[in-house]
């Protein structure tokens, strides 16, 4: 008996490593796991469809609070975990779920570590089965991977919860000449703070942050400006009902950025150009991210940044 761990890609129900493929055909049970990510441009009947199992939907609760149930499965028959990119991916995570002050970003995925290494100290036999990732598949942008510092997660503003910390790792990471990669929060089956206070299992429309989203003025300190931190960008059914901007301003520092959408599939967009170019560019339906560029581009990064103007 196993659990296998298994990461599906970035794109379809075609990015499945024969590894990984394997494992689900021989799995009894199989969990998508679809709060994190999810594959771009598949959907639970799909992913049935194409590996002939019947899948079961797993959100945050189950993932983080109920995977025990999971890990006794395990024990006696063979337990699939899909998840999209690479199991132990830097998460896109729910960030705004989390309620503690002050917030953290998280170096990797820890809730799929986390049952990993339950699994592992429960004496199962866990099996992680890796694929592509954001992380590594950004290479397409031109930039080099060892050039790029610490990756940064941006989440949704809450009205008494505005965490800062990914402003001082991208000027950390500028600073040293080094790019940064943004990932912008999601939100999957996340209640409200009102409906966690009263135990109602209601859930919130399911709400992506867009490779431009806020308006930013940043002086000595970052604030606000002009802006209602509540109308943030929602994806009902994959199509937004409206933008806000996003718009750093440091100084006279004019970041250059690269957008990312739906990254691996057959309609990527990745798009360069100064931040101030890309306010008004329609990157279209999730999922996205953006990369905030060193300010001293190696030739052949600029070569690739010029092309995607």
Known sequence: M???IVGLGLGDVEDITIKGFKAIKDADIVYLEIYTSFLINSDKHKLEEYYGKEIKEVDRIFVEEQNDTLLNEAKDKNVALLIAGDPFRYPLTPLSSLTTYPYIYYPYATTH?????????SGINVNVIHNASILN???ITGLQLYRFGETVSIPFFEENWKPFSFYDKIMQNYNNNLHTLCLLDIKVRERSVENIMKNKLIFEEPSYLLPVIYNFEFGIFPYYSNINMNTVTHYHNYYYNFTIILRFKIGKIDFMVIGIARLSSEDQIIKSGKLE?????????????????????HHYEQLFFNHYS
């Open 2 to 4: 196993v659990l296998s």
């Open 137 to 139: 598949s950004v290479g």
């Open 277 to 297: 170019d890309l306010l008004n560019f329609d990157f279209g339906p999730p999922l996205h991210s953006l990369i905030v560029c060193s300010p001293h581009l």
């Open 113 to 121: 570590v986390e049952i990993y290494y339950k699994a592992m100290n």
